[in-house]
């Protein structure tokens, strides 16, 4: 190898380009056409070939590349070329170049390292849109309705009813320009059907809640006839509410049915609702017995207390007392789906336990759960009240077989009501006697029911004049419930009638604080101040209660006795 390296003699140090001309004759390419590797190589394809690899003979095993402790083979590329760097002939194939891969480094002399290409500096301004386009007109006014379609909502919410109105006809008018300037640029395919249907469901909604039924009933014809609105059928469940506004049943019918037809039995609560509907229209109509079909149908599939009642009704009209035994029993049984109040109860001293306890002891949910039972209990008086009478002979005997009933099911705290409503019917009919026995069995009572008892057996005793009777249990029926202000002011009369008439004014005064709207109260207060001499406050009293009890002929007597005492000539003359 050493005999191809030109060393630079002494005496020629100066002359820097000795050795110029002077090259390799291994890049001599005057001599290939004697080449006979080179031109066996140009005529046929052998030195595009690799080379073949050894194998073992007699099988299919590659022979392996020779180690440090064996020969190796002389590498080649595929091209027939020796290897970069592979001696050949005792001389080493020069280095190629890199350019033709594509690599430079001109591009990178000075550059600095950015990726993100942060040093461009910051992006341009984006381009305004122009307001002037046919396209961003549209964008415009479709904002526009939804704002208007909003804001009419929000004043319904709110009771602005006449505000709501506006807005939604305004509305009405921006979409149907918005529509007519969409068919001018695209098809009547890409009008938005949804806009359009909101903007007159809002308007029809709009002119029910002012009470322009036949505007609301024309913008939902509008919704209903057009095919093209999914689902558009379901609105006659709204138009058959205003014919039953309106009292023209047999149209709500006629539309409750067409709606049934089209919600399918997947949506069974709204169905459930429907059939009500139907069933009270047809109680307007005095057909009870499509009615009752309507209601034992709800009964069989989701119950509730209010078809349970109106199904209680219907049987009362047709006088079937079988029928409603029956129902008053599948009223008392229908699920109110409330939890049991013993978790508003704190059953250790864990203080984040009773915090939470305390928290939803009055929660819009517990709330919630208590009208719920509120309102069957309310039911359930009502319907037993109703049917005592009716399902038997006598209406005791009806009374104490609604008794037992509710005694049997989850409301058995309101048999002790239902049986103090049978000492009331007994007074109603003018037998004391029976009136009396039936209060009595409540003295051993909870203290709700004996202070309710109590108060009425002390009224009755003050009405037979016999105040000691009246005064011991006018005593027990405020020892019972200091803050029933029926027994406050029963107990203020018999003190009263003793004639001890501060006291009984405190009495009376009392009653008052419980319940403002007590008004055998503030008469009776008035009639004590009356004779304490104290009119002033006596007319006072009665002024208060003429403004509650508007041409009451004894509150009239009274005021009409104090005023010429007062020289209110003119008054006088008014109220007598």
Not at 359 to 367: E, G, P, S, T, V
Not at 412 to 440: C, G, M, P
Request: hydrophobic letters at 35%; glycine letters at 6%.
């Amino acid at each position: 190898m050493m005999q191809h390296v030109h060393l630079v003699p002494e005496e020629d140090e100066e002359d820097l380009y000795t050795g110029y001309n002077d090259y390799n004759p291994t890049y001599d390419t005057e001599d290939l056409e004697n080449d006979a590797a080179f031109q066996q190589a140009v005529r046929t394809s052998h030195g595009r070939r690799p080379p073949v690899t050894g194998k073992i003979p007699s099988t299919g095993t590659a022979r392996p590349l020779g180690t440090g402790f064996g020969a190796r083979l002389t590498l080649s590329s595929s091209l027939g070329r020796p290897v970069t760097g592979t001696v050949q002939d005792g001389v080493a194939r020069p280095l190629t170049a890199v350019r033709a891969a594509g690599y430079t480094k001109v591009g990178f002399r000075g550059s600095v390292f950015d990726p993100l290409g942060q040093s461009r500096g910051p992006a341009p301004p984006l381009e305004t849109k122009s307001e002037d386009t046919p396209e961003e007109k549209i964008r415009q006014l479709e904002k526009k309705v939804n704002e208007l379609v909003e804001e009419s909502c929000i004043s319904n919410s709110r009771g602005d009813l006449k505000l709501a109105l506006e807005k939604a006809k305004e509305a009405g008018r921006t979409e149907r320009v918005l529509v007519r300037q969409r068919e001018q640029m695209t098809s009547p395919e890409n009008i938005n059907l949804d806009l359009t249907y909101s903007v007159l469901f809002n308007l029809a909604s709009q002119y029910s809640a002012n009470d322009m039924h036949a505007e609301a009933l024309n913008t939902y014809q509008v919704i209903v006839k057009n095919k093209m609105f999914s689902n558009a059928g379901r609105l006659k469940v709204n138009m058959a509410n205003i014919y039953l506004k309106q009292g023209n049943y047999s149209k709500a019918i006629k539309f409750y049915r067409m709606a049934l037809d089209q919600i399918p039995s997947a949506y069974n609560e709204m169905r459930i609702k429907i059939m009500q509907n139907i069933g009270v229209a047809f109680v307007k109509t005095g057909q009870y017995s499509d009615a009752i079909n309507s209601f034992e149908h709800i009964m069989s599939e989701s119950p509730n207390v209010k078809a349970g009642f109106n199904l209680i009704l219907c049987y009362y009209a047709i006088g079937d007392r079988e029928k409603m035994k029956k129902a008053f029993q599948k009223l008392i049984n229908v699920p109110l789906g409330l939890d049991d109040d013993d978790k508003y109860i704190s059953s250790n001293d864990d203080p984040h336990t009773n915090l939470v306890i305390e928290a939803i002891k009055n929660d819009n949910l517990r709330q919630m759960e208590c009208d719920r039972k509120a309102l069957a209990e309310k039911y359930i008086m009502t319907a037993a009240k109703l049917i005592a009478p009716a399902i038997d002979t006598s209406f005791a005997v009806g009374y104490d077989w609604c008794v037992e009933v509710v005694k049997s099911s989850q409301y058995v705290e309101l048999a002790n009501d239902l049986e103090i409503n049978k000492a009331i019917t007994y007074l109603r009919q003018k037998d004391f006697n029976q009136a009396v026995e039936t209060l009595k069995m409540f003295e051993k009572k909870d203290s709700r029911v004996k202070s309710a008892a109590a108060t009425n057996l002390s009224f009755l005793y003050f009405l037979e004049n016999e105040y000691t009777q009246a005064d011991n249990y006018a005593d027990l029926a405020v020892a019972s419930d200091r803050y029933n202000p029926s027994a406050l002011t029963n107990k203020g009369n018999t003190v009263f009638s003793s004639g001890d008439y501060e006291k009984a004014a405190e009495f009376f005064k009392e009653a008052l604080r419980n319940d403002s709207s007590c008004t055998e109260a503030l008469y009776n207060v008035g009639l004590t101040y009356k004779k304490l001499g104290r009119l002033e406050e006596a007319l006072d009293c009665f002024l208060k209660l003429h403004a509650i009890l508007r041409n009451n002929a004894q509150v009239l007597y009274q005021l009409a006795s104090l005023y010429p005492v007062q020289t209110h000539y003119n008054s006088y003359e008014v109220y007598y």
